[in-house]
């Protein structure tokens, strides 16, 4: 199984400013993507990130608002930019290994509240 | 597209109670489908999956059956205890090589009283 280190827990923030969470693996794993999950909602796909390529993302997410980074097989991140309170969620970054084809590993979310 | 549509909570039972959470889908192909659990302040967890048709995952006393004619994947357990008090989801894949990530349902607050 794959251990998934998620950063920040939680966080406040105010509204035209940023937010950068990290996800770091204990292993290389295939596949990483980032998650939102809104109040009383389902989680919902914001990209897939690619090691050493642009991440692909989901319709209604782009890159301006959403940057992400994979610099290797082990770690990535997601901003969130130019916040508002529409921003306010968790997210949550999860992976797929090398050997366990169809199972999804999660953090444990950062959720974010935008004042 | 796909979606996953399960039942509303929370659900609220007494500890030794019988669960079921109901889990309705819609896909293209022939998804494979999942239960995930997240536990006070805990990331997601997979709880169970099922490949095809008629497979019954199960796991922790927890079962579900892949049914394609209803397509559903309920979620049961014969006796709950107040530690399955969580949050339970019910997703699907519908890349049998797993490229892409998942379709979830909004989740069920399950909450157990001693």
């Known amino acids: 199984s794959a251990v998934i280190s998620q950063k920040p827990s939680r966080d406040i923030c105010q509204r035209g400013t940023s937010l950068t969470i990290q996800c770091q693996v204990d292993?290389?794993?295939?596949?990483m993507f980032w998650y939102r999950q809104q109040p009383g909602q389902s989680l919902t796909l914001i990209a897939t990130a690619n090691q050493g390529s642009e991440a692909t993302y989901e319709s209604g997410f782009v890159i301006d608002k959403f940057p992400i980074s994979r610099p290797n097989l082990t770690f990535s991140t997601l901003t969130v930019s130019n916040l508002s309170p529409e921003d306010s969620s968790i997210y949550l970054c999860s992976v797929r290994g090398f050997t366990t084809n169809e199972k999804l590993f999660f953090g444990s979310g950062t959720q974010l509240s935008v004042l | 597209g796909n979606s996953v549509t399960q039942m509303e909570g929370p659900v609220t039972l007494s500890e030794e109670a019988f669960l079921t959470i109901n889990c309705t889908y819609t896909?293209?192909?022939?998804?494979?489908l999942f239960w995930y659990v997240q536990y006070p302040g805990e990331g997601l967890q997979l709880l169970l999956k099922?490949?095809?048709?008629?497979d019954k995952g199960s796991n922790k006393g927890f079962e579900a059956t892949y049914r394609k004619e209803t397509t559903s994947f309920h979620l049961e357990k014969g006796s709950v205890q107040v530690s399955d008090s969580a949050v339970y989801f019910c997703?699907?894949?519908?890349?049998?090589?797993?490229?892409?990530?998942?379709?979830f349902g909004k989740g069920t607050h399950l909450i157990i009283q001693p």
């Open positions: 292993s290389q794993v295939t596949m």
């Open positions: 997703a699907l894949s519908s890349l049998g090589g797993g490229a892409d990530g998942l379709t």
């Open positions: 896909a293209t192909g022939y998804p494979s």
């Open positions: 099922a490949t095809k048709a008629d």
